[in-house]
C-alpha cells in the first residue's frame, strides 16, 4: 500500500515547518492557521514569555480547551 502522506507547507509563530499528513492540505492548513493565532494570542497577553514558553502555554491552554468540551482523550 503506497503511502498517502502530502507534504504541507506551513508557518507557525514565524516558524517554517513541513508537516505530513494524510488529511485534506487545506484542513492541514487551516490547523496551522488556528496554531498560529492561538500562539499570537498567548504572546499577546504575556509578552515576557519567549517563543518556547508561549508556544507550551498555548498547547496548554488548547488541551484545556479540548478537556472543558468533553473531548478527553490525550
Known amino acids: 500500500m503506497a ?12 516558524v517554517a515547518y513541513q508537516l505530513a499528513a494524510a488529511e485534506n492540505e487545506d484542513y492541514i ?9 492561538m500562539i499570537r494570542r498567548v504572546q499577546q497577553a504575556n509578552p515576557y514569555l519567549n ?4 508556544t507550551v502555554l498555548a498547547l496548554v ?12 482523550s490525550l
Not at 503511502?3 to 514565524?14: C, H, N, P, T
Not at 492548513?29 to 493565532?37: P, V
Not at 488548547?62 to 478527553?72: I, M, P, T, V
Open 29 to 37: 492548513r487551516q490547523l496551522a492557521i488556528q496554531a498560529d493565532e
Open 61 to 72: 491552554n488548547a488541551l484545556d480547551e479540548n478537556g472543558q468540551s468533553g473531548n478527553q
Open 3 to 14: 503511502d498517502q502522506r502530502k507534504r504541507v507547507s506551513v508557518r507557525i509563530a514565524g
Open 51 to 54: 517563543q518556547t514558553m508561549a
